[in-house]
């Protein structure tokens, strides 16, 4: 990846650094006013596209997670990331020849949503002596486009996964459809609020909701508010990557 100026450097440092400070008092305020405390809700930065030396300046500004979409892109940068205080997730699409070049590199995987994938990722783990944390993804939307499982078929997944020594399910995930309002936007989230707490209790060895990621750069608040405890901003961070590579 091309590096950036001198110039570059500094200005797209200030904004990462303001970004950080108005994010983190936004969560803070959505928190409480969902009756929880700011510190209950973990914020992922999402890079993609992002180059390293601002995703190392963002991590040394407090960021302690961020996730990536692409596996391709994880790995040219993972070497020149700093992770000595954060931890790296993948949180797109996951191709199962690719689960290999991950397993042991993560965190976490966010957008476990078959069976196939899942016992790809048990099998890879088994061999490498890991237990991978994995969230659950729901089609809560439905769209064809998206990945995810339907909420009607949630059970039968988790219920696989379950028998899996290596796979470690923490929680659900979701991307809900593009909406108008706010108000659209919400009744996703509550539908998958309900979901995890319906779950919440029916856990095993590996299986416990402990996460639930929803939300991103223009929907973070809503989600929050109805429940999410884990958000995935970029744009709302790192702005609309017009920077150079």
Do not use: W
């Amino acid at each position: 990846m091309e590096r950036l100026s001198n110039d570059e450097r500094e200005a797209v440092f200030r904004r990462v650094e303001e970004n950080i400070r108005v994010l983190k008092e936004k969560v803070g305020e959505a928190a409480v006013r969902s009756g929880r405390a700011p510190e209950d809700i973990t914020i992922l930065a999402v890079t993609k596209t992002v180059p390293v030396e601002i995703i190392n300046h963002a991590i040394h500004c407090g960021m302690t997670h961020i996730g990536e979409n692409r596996v391709q892109e994880f790995l040219e940068k993972y070497d020149q990331l700093d992770l000595s205080n954060c931890k790296a997730q993948i949180i797109g699409t996951l191709q199962t020849n690719k689960v290999r070049k991950v397993i042991g590199l993560v965190e976490m995987i966010q957008s476990v949503d078959s069976a196939h994938l899942a016992q790809e990722i048990n099998r890879v783990s088994v061999q490498k002596d890991v237990v991978t944390d994995c969230l659950v993804e729901v089609n809560i939307g439905r769209e064809e486009n998206k990945g995810g499982v339907l909420p009607e078929a949630l059970d039968e997944l988790l219920g696989k996964i379950g028998e899996m020594q290596a796979v470690r399910v923490r929680g659900l995930m979701a991307i809900p459809p593009i909406c108008e309002t706010a108000g659209e936007v919400r009744q996703y989230f509550s539908q998958m609020t309900q979901l995890f707490l319906d779950r919440k209790d029916k856990t095993s060895d590996n299986i416990s909701m402990d996460f639930l990621s929803m939300g991103m750069s223009a929907d973070y608040e809503e989600a929050i508010l109805e429940g999410a405890n884990y958000i995935r901003p970029g744009t709302a961070l790192f702005g609309h990557r017009t920077y150079s590579k």
